[in-house]
């Protein structure tokens, strides 16, 4: 991945946990989309896929790539 999708992806992050940050307990046990499933389940499942992901093999470290030298 580039070093432009590596801060995308960070920036999308950070604008989720924003979100996900002001669930209400309510909210994080609502149902989601997906049938039988609750937000918190969902948030979840993708939370755990993505450190997973063999496409992002540096998403298990606590930093991304160093960004490229001009």
């Known amino acids: ?12 992050v950070q604008h989720a946990l924003a979100l996900l940050g002001r669930l209400t307990p309510q909210e994080w046990a609502s149902p989601s989309a997906r049938k039988g499933w609750s937000v918190q389940d969902v948030v979840t ?10 496409t992002r093999p540096w998403s298990c470290r ?6 490229p030298r001009a």
């Open 1 to 12: 991945m580039s070093y432009a999708g590596v801060e995308a992806d960070r920036v999308l």
């Open 62 to 67: 606590s930093t991304p790539p160093a960004r």
């Open 45 to 54: 499942h993708l939370g755990y896929s993505s450190r997973r992901s063999p």
